[in-house]
T-cell receptor, first 115, second 111 residues
Framework: EAEVAQSPRYKITEKSQAVAFWCDPI?????LYWYRQILGQGPELLVQ????????DSQLPKDRFSAERLKGVDSTLKIQPAELGDSAMYLC?????????????FGEGSWLTVV | LAKTTQPISMDSYEGQEVNITCSHN???????ITWYQQFPSQGPRFIIQ???TKVTNEVASLFIPADRKSSTLSLPRVSLSDTAVYYC????????????FGKGTRLSVIA
């Protein structure tokens, strides 16, 4: 079964440093999502792409977070500078859109620890 | 966006049937109900989706009453490996409205 690929799996970074996460969605999936999940809580949507365009980034802290999906395929989420409160799991997900009625496929996640 | 309410946690013994109920009183006409399962340190995994009445797949059943203000995920004969967090989500199938995760229900299966 096709999977959403994410890297790195684990990242430890110092406060004020820059960090980036990469995601390769399932082939053919036009919609790509980045979620943040703090321990003990449900995933929170940060940004949603439709092809290369941002559909929703209302919850993305734009002063330090940025996301891009230049060719409408893979995507990068960047944090600069990282803060202690950014420690969380960052999940990438993709969906085919309306055909599967919002069935979203998630990657394994990237764990970030800011020290 | 329709808000969902689920129990925070549930315990069950192996081999029992588990029913997790989700309330979504302000569900919209176009909204579907989707359940996800999440194991520790992994991304959520799609379990089942429905609009009304009953849906069954190889993993679970989903019961939705006529008023659609709630839904029940039924897991038959759970095993230890079913210990996970289960999320109920309600959303528009157009895909333009992002699905909102709540805190989910933490199911613990005991031997």
């Amino acid at each position: 079964e096709a999977e959403v690929a994410q890297s790195p799996r684990y990242k430890i970074t110092e406060k004020s440093q820059a960090v980036a996460f990469w995601c390769d969605p399932i082939s053919g999936h036009a919609t790509l999502y980045w979620y943040r999940q703090i321990l003990g809580q449900g995933p929170e949507l940060l940004v949603q792409f439709q092809d290369e365009s941002v559909v929703d980034d209302s919850q993305l802290p734009k002063d330090r977070f940025s996301a891009e999906r230049l060719k409408g395929v893979d995507s990068t989420l960047k944090i600069q500078p990282a803060e202690l409160g950014d420690s969380a799991m960052y999940l990438c997900a993709s969906s085919f859109g309306t055909v599967r009625r919002n069935t979203i496929y998630f990657g394994e996640g990237s764990w970030l620890t800011v020290v | 966006l329709a808000k969902t309410t689920q129990p925070i946690s549930m315990d069950s013994y192996e081999g029992q049937e588990v029913n997790i109920t989700c309330s979504h009183n302000n569900i919209a006409t176009n909204d579907y109900i989707t359940w996800y399962q999440q194991f520790p340190s992994q991304g959520p995994r799609f379990i089942i989706q429905g609009y009304k009445t009953k849906v069954t797949n190889e993993v679970a059943s989903l019961f939705i009453p006529a008023d659609r203000k709630s839904s029940t995920l039924s897991l038959p004969r759970v095993s230890l490996s079913d210990t996970a967090v289960y999320y109920c989500l309600v959303g528009d199938p157009s895909g333009n409205t992002p699905l909102v995760f709540g805190k989910g229900t933490r199911l613990s299966v005991i031997a």
